[in-house]
């Protein structure tokens, strides 16, 4: 059965010379489709570094990312950016909406740029699902930070992807806010079936994934099963 994501013995550095630092080690890693797995370890192990890696977003100097059963280092910059334009949605910490445009505008481009007919309605739908009907035709700066994170989840999941990758969602809300962003994310994941990798510095919502994965110093240093009943 194809993987969700297969990453075999992945190694990347950042940045040159003196100051190029060895991120990841020989990092190898499956997911199953339709499963959740928490990222967690302290500052500097790797984790966004990792999520940035599996999402097409870093390329690694060696070793092999395959994402639903596709290579991705035969890509060039462009075949890639489509790749994760249908396959792999986004969501990160600091929202990363256009400050010009509408919550509708920021749901429809990725969808209109992927030549997805109907952009419009089906970013409506997204918007809607996430419980912001309401709010098509606000700016950013008139939503708070929860719903500007929700806008930023329903344009992650607009163009259906199999995989939706989320780096500290919930690093920039309030406890009950992102409590609230947490229940949406694994309520969606349930009813379409995707899947979902988390990095997270908050244990008790790594441990509401069915792995939680430990990195440290670049490596993967355990990956335990659930230990908490969604």
Not at 199 to 217: F, G, Q, Y
Request: hydrophobic share 45%.
């Amino acid at each position: 059965m194809v993987k969700a994501i297969e990453l075999q013995d992945v190694e990347l550095s950042l940045g040159r010379g003196a100051a190029r630092v060895h991120i990841l080690k020989g990092v190898s890693l499956t997911v199953d489709r339709g499963e959740a797995v928490g990222l967690v370890g302290p500052s500097g192990s790797g984790k966004s570094t990792l999520l940035m890696t599996l999402a097409g977003l870093e390329r690694p100097d060696s070793g092999v990312v395959r994402i639903d059963g596709e290579d991705l280092a035969p890509k060039d910059e462009d075949a890639l950016a489509r790749f994760r334009g249908r396959r792999i949605g986004i969501v990160f910490q600091s929202f990363h909406l256009l400050p010009t445009m509408s919550a509708l505008e920021n749901v429809a481009i990725p969808l209109e740029l992927a030549g997805i007919p109907d952009a419009h309605d089906r970013a409506a739908a997204e918007l809607e699902a996430v419980g912001l009907g309401q709010r098509l035709s606000h700016f950013p700066a008139q939503l708070s930070g929860g719903e500007q994170q929700r806008v930023a989840l329903a344009r992650a999941l607009a163009p259906g992807p199999a995989i939706i990758v989320a780096d500290e969602p919930t690093g920039n809300l309030d406890e009950k806010t992102g409590g609230q962003i947490v229940d949406l994310m694994f309520q969606m994941k349930r009813d379409r079936g995707t899947t979902l990798v988390l990095v997270t510095h908050d244990r008790s919502l790594a441990e509401r994934c069915d792995r939680m994965i430990t990195l440290r110093s670049g490596r993967i240093v355990s990956a335990q099963e659930r230990v908490a009943a969604e």
